[in-house]
């Protein structure tokens, strides 16, 4: 299996998951344009795509979804509340190529398998996804108000984690926000702090030397180097030793990671 973050950060999202057999994107919130550059970036044709999955309906992730599925003519995969809140942000879609994938539900795309879990944030049903070739796993869990023992359960033995690290508190206090947008960010359908996403990694990693990409950074709340340093110094406090038993990674909302194995 193999996978890139293509873009990740409050300003867009996606990700590339690919087998021998099958490649797929996890949202696709930049424009077409720029998914195309960041897959051929990492060496990948789009016109080789096989699918889309949508995890929920918010312009971060949803930016770009109808032009890749038209043009390259994809099948979009989301459960049913989420497609009721996709008509009419992504454009015309054909009957074909629209795909249900509920909460819970375990598929297989050719030799790919998919299991979704729902998570806690304010759209209609959001959704994270673990993916399985028959030796590796990936789990993806981003825009989490909190991280529930369902969801480590879910996610846990995984071989890499997309997680979310979105904001630090402090930052998130002093900004220029609304009251009401802290108040939603800072909320249990909001997203995850560094300090969260440590604590929560902490019952999920088992120091087998998982890689771990730190995701959906917030722009004016957030920094790559105090996000990777606050989950380092939880996880070395708890008897982790990063760059050895756990490999933390850094994403962006502008260029794609390496595209890795596992």
């Given at each position: 299996?193999?996978?890139?973050?293509?873009?990740?950060?409050?300003?867009?999202?996606a990700?590339?998951?690919?087998?021998?057999?099958?490649?797929?994107?996890?949202?696709?919130?930049?424009t077409?344009?720029?998914?195309?550059?960041?897959?051929?970036?990492?060496?990948?044709?789009?016109?080789?795509?096989?699918?889309?999955?949508?995890?929920?309906?918010?312009?971060?992730?949803?930016?770009?979804?109808?032009?890749?599925?038209?043009?390259?003519?994809?099948?979009?995969?989301?459960?049913?509340?989420?497609?009721?809140?996709?008509?009419?942000?992504?454009?015309?879609i054909?009957?074909?190529?629209?795909?249900?994938?509920?909460?819970?539900?375990?598929?297989?795309?050719?030799?790919?398998?998919?299991?979704?879990?729902?998570?806690?944030?304010?759209?209609?049903?959001?959704?994270?996804?673990?993916?399985?070739?028959?030796?590796?796993?990936?789990?993806?869990?981003?825009?989490?108000?909190?991280?529930?023992?369902?969801i480590?359960?879910?996610?846990?033995?995984?071989?890499?984690?997309?997680?979310?690290?979105?904001?630090?508190?402090?930052?998130?206090?002093?900004?220029?926000?609304?009251?009401?947008?802290?108040?939603?960010?800072l909320?249990?359908?909001?997203?995850?702090?560094?300090?969260?996403?440590?604590?929560?990694?902490?019952?999920?990693?088992?120091?087998?030397?998982?890689?771990?990409?730190?995701?959906?950074?917030?722009?004016?709340?957030?920094?790559?180097?105090?996000?990777?340093?606050?989950?380092?110094?939880?996880?070395?406090?708890?008897?982790?030793?990063?760059?050895?038993?756990?490999?933390?990674?850094?994403?962006?909302?502008?260029?794609?990671?390496?595209?890795?194995?596992?």
């Amino acid at each position: 299996m193999r996978f890139s973050v293509l873009a990740s950060g409050s300003t867009g999202n996606a990700i590339y998951v690919a087998t021998d057999r099958v490649s797929v994107l996890i949202d696709v919130g930049i424009t077409g344009k720029q998914a195309e550059a960041a897959l051929e970036t990492i060496g990948v044709n789009p016109a080789d795509l096989s699918a889309i999955l949508v995890t929920h309906e918010h312009v971060d992730h949803i930016k770009g979804v109808g032009v890749m599925a038209r043009r390259y003519g994809l099948p979009i995969y989301a459960n049913e509340k989420t497609w009721s809140e996709l008509d009419g942000q992504i454009g015309t879609i054909k009957e074909d190529q629209r795909r249900f994938f509920s909460v819970g539900e375990k598929k297989e795309l050719e030799d790919l398998g998919i299991e979704s879990f729902g998570i806690s944030h304010d759209a209609a049903e959001p959704m994270g996804f673990c993916f399985y070739d028959g030796k590796k796993k990936l789990s993806v869990a981003t825009d989490l108000g909190y991280v529930s023992d369902r969801i480590k359960e879910t996610i846990r033995g995984a071989d890499a984690y997309v997680f979310e690290s979105n904001h630090d508190v402090e930052l998130l206090r002093m900004s220029q926000y609304p009251w009401s947008i802290k108040r939603r960010i800072l909320s249990d359908v909001g997203h995850l702090s560094n300090e969260a996403a440590g604590d929560a990694l902490l019952d999920c990693l088992t120091g087998g030397a998982e890689r771990v990409y730190l995701a959906h950074l917030s722009k004016e709340n957030n920094m790559i180097d105090l996000a990777r340093l606050t989950v380092k110094n939880i996880l070395e406090e708890r008897g982790l030793s990063v760059g050895n038993d756990v490999h933390l990674r850094d994403t962006y909302p502008d260029r794609p990671t390496k595209l890795e194995e596992l």
